[in-house]
C-alpha cells in the first residue's frame, strides 16, 4: 500500500543470466546447450543470450554505415552500455540480485515503494529466441524460465506474478505449457511471441486464442527493439536507437492491438482480452480514432467490428500501462478520452526509467486526481490490472 492505495505495478523485470536458467532446464534438453554457443555474450562474469542483436550505432548527423543496422549472433545490445545508470531517476538503488535470484531483494524493494503485487517480465531474450530457426531451442528455454519464475514467486505467491511464454511458431507446444501453466498462481497473463512476418491474427494462433479464452487468461505484450522479431519499420530506422526505441514500443503495440480488433480476436473470444507494458499511453487514444476513420475510408478492407476501435478500450478489452514519464497531463488527457478503465501503473522497476523508490507515489501525487475522483485513482494503480489480470 502506498499511501492508503493499494499499488499493483504491470511492468516490473527480470532478466536472469543464462547460468541461472541453465539450472532450471530439464534434463533431456542439457544435451542441446552446446547450441546456444553462438549467441552467448559475456560480460564480466554475466552470461546472457544475444541471438541478432542490431546495433543502432549511428550518431545523427554521421553518414550511414553498413554496419549500423547489421544484426550480430552474440553481438552487443543497442543498450549496452549506454543506459543511463540508475541514479538518473533512482533516488535509492535497488538491492542487487533482483533481476536473478534475488527475490527477498524485491520484496524488500517492495516494501520499500509500497508496491503490493509486481508482474514480472523477462528480458530481450525471450522475444530474441524468434531469431533461431529451431523453435525446440526456444522452448526449452521458456520450460526453463516458467520453473525459475515457479521458484522466484514462490518468496511470496501473493505478491510476485509473472506471464506464460507462448511461441506461436509452435501452437500445439504453446497450447499444452499454457495449459499446465494456468493452473499456477504466478502465471497471470500470456506473452504470445510471434515469429517474424507472423500476424496475431493468423488463424494457425486460434487454438491457443481458445484456451486463453476458456482459462480467463489475457494477452499481456511487452515491446521489443533491437533483438528479433523486431519492431515494425526497424530497417527504415536510420541506426540510430534513441530514436529507434521511441518508435518501436508504441508502434508494436499498435500494430498488435489494430489486429486484435480488426481480425476480430476480441470479438470472437468474449473472455480474451489483452494489455501492453512499457509501450507508452499518449499514442493510445489517437490510434484507435485514426483506426476507426482509417476502417471507413478504406471500406470492405476490414471486416465490421462489434465496436468501435476506441470502445474496445474504453470498456476494458485492451489495457494499456501509464508511462510516468509521460506526466500527468497526457495520463489525464487519455483518462478524459477513454475512461478510467484503460490505463495500468508501471514503472519498469528496476530499470533505469522508474523513479525508485519514489514511483507509485509521484503518481497518486498528480493533483488532477482530485478532478477525477478517488475512484479513478484505484483503478489506475491497481483496480484495472485487478480486472485485467487473475488477481481477483
Known amino acids: 500500500m502506498k499511501n492508503g492505495y493499494r499499488v499493483i505495478d504491470i511492468d516490473t523485470h527480470v532478466n536472469p543470466s543464462l547460468d541461472t536458467l541453465v539450472k532450471y532446464v530439464d534434463p533431456s534438453f542439457r544435451s542441446r546447450l552446446d547450441e546456444l554457443k553462438p549467441y552467448i555474450r559475456t560480460v564480466g562474469s554475466y552470461n546472457a543470450l544475444s541471438i541478432a542483436s542490431i546495433p543502432f550505432d549511428r550518431f545523427p548527423g554521421e553518414a550511414p554505415s553498413s554496419d549500423d543496422q547489421a544484426a550480430v549472433a552474440g553481438g552487443r545490445g543497442a543498450l549496452e552500455g549506454r543506459v543511463t545508470r540508475s541514479s538518473g531517476h533512482h533516488r535509492v538503488d535497488p538491492q542487487k540480485g533482483v533481476s536473478d535470484e534475488n527475490a527477498e531483494g524485491r520484496l524488500a ?39 525459475y519464475m515457479r521458484e522466484y514467486c514462490s518468496a511470496d505467491p501473493e505478491r510476485l506474478r509473472s506471464i506464460v511464454l507462448a511461441p506461436a511458431a509452435d501452437i500445439e507446444w504453446a497450447v499444452a505449457e499454457v495449459k499446465s501453466a494456468a493452473k499456477e498462481k504466478w502465471a497471470v497473463a500470456v506473452a504470445i511471441i510471434l515469429p517474424e512476418g507472423m500476424p496475431i491474427d493468423h488463424p494457425a494462433v486460434d487454438p491457443l486464442f481458445e484456451v486463453l479464452n476458456e482459462e480467463h487468461l489475457p494477452i499481456l505484450h511487452h515491446s521489443f527493439t533491437f533483438e528479433p522479431p523486431y519492431f515494425p519499420g526497424y530497417r527504415d530506422m536510420w541506426g540510430n536507437i534513441a530514436v529507434a526505441r521511441t518508435a518501436a514500443h508504441p508502434w508494436g503495440a499498435a500494430r498488435l492491438l489494430s489486429y486484435l480488433i480488426v481480425g476480430r480476436i476480441f470479438d470472437r473470444f468474449p473472455n480474451l482480452n489483452a494489455g501492453a507494458a512499457e509501450v507508452g499511453h499518449g499514442w493510445l487514444p489517437h490510434w484507435l480514432i485514426r483506426l476507426e476513420e482509417m476502417c471507413n475510408y478504406v471500406s470492405g478492407t476490414t471486416p ?55 514511483t507509485a507515489e509521484m503518481v497518486i501525487n498528480w493533483p488532477f486526481w482530485q478532478d477525477l475522483g478517488d475512484e479513478a485513482l484505484r483503478k489506475h494503480m491497481s483496480g484495472n490490472a485487478e480486472a485485467l489480470l487473475r488477481l481477483t
Open 109 to 147: 524493494d517492495m516494501d520499500l515503494e509500497g508496491r503490493d503485487i509486481d508482474v514480472i517480465i523477462p528480458g530481450t531474450w525471450a522475444n530474441g529466441l524468434t531469431g533461431i530457426e529451431d523453435v525446440t531451442l526456444a522452448e526449452g528455454l521458456y520450460s526453463a524460465y516458467h520453473r
Open 304 to 358: 465490421k467490428t462489434d465496436y468501435k476501435p476506441i470502445e474496445y478500450a474504453q470498456m476494458g478489452r485492451f489495457r494499456c500501462g501509464a508511462e510516468p514519464f509521460e506526466g500527468a497531463a497526457m495520463t489525464k488527457a487519455c483518462i478524459d478520452l477513454l475512461g478510467t478503465e484503460a490505463l495500468m501503473h508501471q514503472s519498469d522497476y528496476p530499470h533505469g526509467e522508474a523513479h525508485f523508490p519514489d
